[in-house]
């Protein structure tokens, strides 16, 4: 098993800054690819952005594009969101994912998700 823990959210101005940390625990060696979802009050869980085990391959939600990086850090298997320039619509649940399948930005594809942590932005 695979367990993921998130931090980092929090309340922040539009416009400001947050780093949101995925720490990986358990038997993560079969793990090839991870990822970044979020989910808003009322709407269905999305896609925001993906990095492969490796570190070589990313993918973004056009809506965070130029304004959000995601980044691995082999050493402390964990993976990083940092997000910036932020806007009222970014607030969610933000759940880090994992799973030993290709890298895919479909939600239904990972088997293992934090429990999640709340980003809001204030207007």
């Known amino acids: 098993q695979v367990q993921l823990v998130e931090s980092g959210g929090g309340l922040v101005q539009a416009g400001g800054s947050l780093r949101l940390s995925c720490a990986a625990s358990?038997?993560?060696?079969?793990?090839?690819?991870m990822g970044w979802f979020r989910q808003a009050p009322g709407k269905e869980r999305e896609f925001v952005a993906v990095?492969?085990?490796?570190?070589?391959?990313?993918d973004y939600a056009d809506s965070v594009k130029g304004r959000f990086t995601i980044s691995r850090d082999f050493a402390k298997n964990s993976m990083y969101l940092q997000m910036n320039s932020l806007k009222p619509e970014d607030t969610a649940v933000y759940y880090c994912?994992?799973?030993?399948?290709?890298?895919?930005?479909?939600?239904?594809?990972?088997?293992?998700w934090g429990q999640g942590t709340q980003v809001t932005v204030s207007s």
């Open positions: 990095i492969s085990w490796s570190g070589t391959s990313t």
């Open positions: 994912a994992a799973d030993r399948g290709p890298i895919s930005t479909m939600h239904s594809r990972y088997n293992y």
């Open positions: 358990g038997r993560t060696f079969p793990i090839n690819t």
